[in-house]
């Protein structure tokens, strides 16, 4: 995720405030119906959709759906980040970046010097 705004940040530090979000997100390692990540987390499915939507919101999940054996379809998530980056900054008060893939140390460090070089 881009920072792309007041309202995107605030999305996605309000879903990792949440203790069940982080939970869900904790889970998703795989492909899951809301079901099963209720079961998994130990949520009603009410609870579970408001926690889905709020990660959804956020753009820390990706949803996709699929056609079961019965021909019904169903909807699974899935976590669509490796991490969060949040910098602090004179000039903007947050710099909030969804990192997507898992970073190797070599190419994390390589972003940290990139970013202490735009810096000097």
Excluded: N
Excluded at 39 to 66: I, N, P, V, W
Aim: glycine letters at 4%; proline letters at 5%; a negative charge.
């Amino acid at each position: 995720m881009t920072d792309d705004g007041p309202a995107d940040r605030q999305a996605v530090f309000e879903a990792l405030a949440d203790p069940d979000c982080r939970d869900i997100l904790a889970t998703l390692d795989e492909p899951l119906p809301a079901q099963a990540v209720a079961d998994a987390c130990d949520l009603s499915q009410t609870s579970t959709y408001r926690k889905l939507e709020r990660l959804t919101e956020a753009d820390l999940l990706a949803e996709a759906t699929g056609v079961r054996a019965d021909g019904h379809h169903v909807t699974t998530y899935e976590r669509d980040c490796s991490g969060v980056w949040v910098a602090v900054e004179d000039e903007r008060p947050f710099d909030v970046e969804v990192l997507r893939e898992r970073e190797s140390p070599d190419e994390r460090l390589a972003r940290l010097w990139q970013e202490v070089s735009e810096e000097v």
